[in-house]
Structure formats: structure tokens, C-alpha cells
């Protein structure tokens, strides 16, 4: 691999993964391209130049902006509007014309000059409802899965065979919809991709908000002495995610780049796993014990159309294709978020605290 670019590249996950790819190939040459539309993506951009990465100021939505580039080796698509709850009592114009027509214009700028595709899905392209119905029960200090026989559904948590039947949101419609457009033109046109449908991704640099990022959040609100609620189901603060860290997810990716011959679309699910999961009272411990800070954390018990109580990745099919498992515990995940933050805190306390 020569050249590389990232869409979305001074987002969270695009400018952490153009880092490591460039820490460990000096002489790639890394591109990415970004609208800048993430409140504190441009905190990045000295980041990016500073490791010798090329930024230009584009926008995935107008394919003249791509067109412009040279072909490239590999391009990761990491641009989106990244929160589930978009759309909601709002136009969904931006998610569907960034998350749905930047994929398309991605994978014309690769019909007309080449190079294979990364892209990072979702896991909430399964619908809301199958997640809201699966069988959980309070214990201790989060939701546990109880035994199943559903299909996808195992202690391990969500494999892909979990149905798709139902509506998922419109952030996870646009990504099944690009997943479907993706395996369109590795057929028709032999391109190379691969498909993974992450659950939460973390780590330092995320400028997380109350609808996206809530690791990042969790520990800043802690950080920074601000306010944080326990939101949905009750407002207890049970429900549960696995998180994986973003140099986690670039390691993967260094495999999957490596098998690329074979890559014709296939999904995995990706993500922490159970090893990796947490409740939202379980990381309020966590960030306690790191932050020597405790934050008034209130209750709002009404739960948000899109909110699900639990999501706990199956790595199964993934880890069987490849040698790669996830390495980064939660609690180091909250260490290097508090370390980062400590590290910056005048400039990121604007972002986080407007
Ligand atoms: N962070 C997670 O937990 C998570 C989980 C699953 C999937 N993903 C996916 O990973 C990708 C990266 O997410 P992230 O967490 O880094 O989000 P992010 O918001 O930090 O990064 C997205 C970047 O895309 C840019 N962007 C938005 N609209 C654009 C447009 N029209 N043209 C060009 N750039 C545009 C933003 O400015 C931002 O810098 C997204 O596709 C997201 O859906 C993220």
C-alpha cells in the first residue's frame, strides 16, 4: 500500500487511525478529507500535520471535492454524521445526503480510479425493537442476558445472523443502505471491500456529546465538573455497551487490509465484546475511582426513540478470519481518555463545556 485516504479523516476515528497507519508506514502517504462539520474535529488538524498527513478541507456530499484527489490504494470511509438520534424532529437531510450519497460518491471516486474500500458500519443496523426485546434482567449494577435460543443471540452477545427485520433508525438505514450499495459494486464492478459493523468505538481525541461518544463524555463531565444524566429505562443507568478502542480497531484493520484479494463485502460484527462491556453505573465507578472526581449524575427516565438497553458485540465470525482479538480494557480506555483530557484541558473544555 502506497496511499491511503481517510473521509472524515479529522474525525475521531478517521484522525486516530490516519495516525497509526502513519506511525507504522513512514513513507505511506495518508490523506484526509473532511468538512470540519464535528465540533473539535479542527482541534486535529494540527495533530494530522504534525505526523506528516495531507488535510484537505472537503466535503464527501459533492463529488467534485473527491474527484479532485489522485488515485489512492485504500480509502476508509469515516465520514458521517455518527448519532443515532439524527433525524428525529429534524430534516434528515444531511445524515441521508452524507452517511448515504458520500458513500456513493466514495465508491464512484474508486469505480473511476481504483483502490479497495474500509467501511465502517454499524451495529445499529439491527432494529430497535428485536434489541429492545431481548431478554434482560436487572443484576447488580447492569443488564444481563438471559439464556436464548433466538438466532445471532448467544452469551457472547449479537452476531450477524441477528435478525434484520424492523426499523433501526435512520442513521442505521443509511448504513445498511450503503452496505447494500457496497456489495452492488464489488460485484458489478470488482471492487474490494469490507464491511465491518462496529459497536461503540473509544479512546482519547473523541469529542464525545450527549448523543455520540458517551466514553468520552462520561469522563470529561467528570473532568470538567459538569452535569450528566442516566438517561432511558428507568433513568437507573443499567444498560449496557462493549466498547473497543480505535487502536484496537486499527489493528483489525491492518489484517483485513493484508487479505484484501479475498475481500469481497464480508460483514463482521466488531467491537469490545463481553470482556469489553460496561453499564453506564459501572463506568460512573470506573471514571470515579481514575477522576478522583464524583458528578451529580441525574435521572431521566424517559427513553428516546432510538435507545436500546443493551448491545454487546459477537466477535466470532471475525476472530475466526482472522488473528485478531480485542486487547484494551475498558478501565485503560477511561485512564487514557482522563490522561488526554488532563493533557489539554484548556483547549477541550470549550468543546465540552460550551
Ligand atoms: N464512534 C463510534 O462509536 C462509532 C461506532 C460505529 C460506527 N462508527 C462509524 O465510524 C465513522 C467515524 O465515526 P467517528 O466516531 O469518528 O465520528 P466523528 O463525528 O468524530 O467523525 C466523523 C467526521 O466526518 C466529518 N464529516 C461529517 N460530514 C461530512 C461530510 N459531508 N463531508 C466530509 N466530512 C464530513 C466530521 O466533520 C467528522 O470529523 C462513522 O462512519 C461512524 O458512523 C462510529
Given at each position: ?38 465540533k ?5 488538524l ?12 472537503g466535503?464527501v ?18 465520514s ?42 454499524t ?8 434489541l ?28 450477524e ?24 459494486y464489488c ?80 460483514i463482521?460484527?466488531?467491537g469490545?465484546?463481553?470482556?469489553n ?78
Open positions: 500500500m502506497k496511499s491511503l485516504l481517510i473521509t472524515g479523516g479529522a474525525g475521531f476515528v478517521g484522525s486516530s487511525l490516519a495516525i497509526l497507519f502513519k506511525r507504522y508506514y513512514e513513507d505511506l502517504e495518508v490523506i484526509c478529507l473532511d468538512n470540519l462539520s464535528r473539535g474535529s479542527e482541534l486535529n494540527p495533530r494530522l500535520k504534525a505526523h506528516g498527513i495531507h488535510f484537505v478541507h466535503d456530499r459533492n463529488s467534485e471535492d473527491l474527484n479532485k484527489l489522485n488515485a489512492v490504494d485504500w480509502l476508509i470511509e469515516c458521517a454524521e455518527p448519532s443515532v438520534h439524527a433525524g428525529f424532529n429534524e430534516s434528515p437531510a444531511y445524515l441521508i445526503n452524507t452517511n448515504l450519497n458520500g458513500l456513493i460518491n466514495c465508491l464512484e471516486f474508486l469505480r473511476q480510479k481504483g483502490g479497495n474500500l474500509i467501511f465502517l458500519s451495529s445499529r443496523v439491527y432494529p430497535i425493537k428485536a429492545r426485546d431481548l431478554p434482560l434482567k436487572p443484576q447488580g449494577e447492569r443488564l444481563v442476558l438471559q439464556p436464548s435460543k433466538q438466532l445471532g443471540l448467544s452469551a457472547e452477545g449479537i452476531s445472523a441477528f435478525t434484520l427485520e424492523g426499523a433501526r433508525s435512520l442513521y442505521g438505514t443509511t448504513k445498511l443502505s450503503g452496505e447494500h450499495f457496497i456489495q452492488e460485484q458489478m464492478y470488482h471492487l474490494k471491500a469490507v464491511i465491518n459493523r462496529c459497536g461503540v468505538l473509544a479512546g482519547p481525541w473523541q469529542m464525545g456529546k450527549v448523543d455520540q461518544g458517551f466514553m468520552a463524555l462520561w469522563v470529561a463531565m467528570h473532568y470538567f465538573e459538569g452535569a450528566l444524566n442516566y438517561m432511558g429505562f428507568g433513568g437507573e443507568g443499567l444498560q449496557v455497551r462493549d466498547v473497543l478502542h480505535v487502536e484496537d480497531l486499527f489493528y483489525l484493520l491492518r489484517y483485513q487490509m493484508q487479505d484484501h484479494n479475498k475481500l469481497n463485502a464480508p463482521y460484527n466488531v469490545g465484546g463481553i470482556q462491556s460496561v453499564s453506564l453505573r459501572e463506568l460512573t465507578a470506573l471514571v470515579k475511582e481514575v477522576t478522583k472526581k464524583k458528578c451529580n449524575i441525574g435521572s431521566v427516565s424517559q427513553t428516546k426513540d432510538a435507545d436500546i438497553p443493551y448491545y454487546v458485540t459477537d466477535n466470532s465470525k471475525v476472530m475466526a478470519a482472522l488473528p485478531w482479538q480485542p486487547q484494551i480494557s475498558v478501565s485503560s480506555i477511561v485512564e487514557q481518555i482522563y490522561q488526554w483530557l488532563h493533557q489539554h484541558s484548556s483547549v477541550l473544555e470549550s468543546v465540552f463545556q460550551p
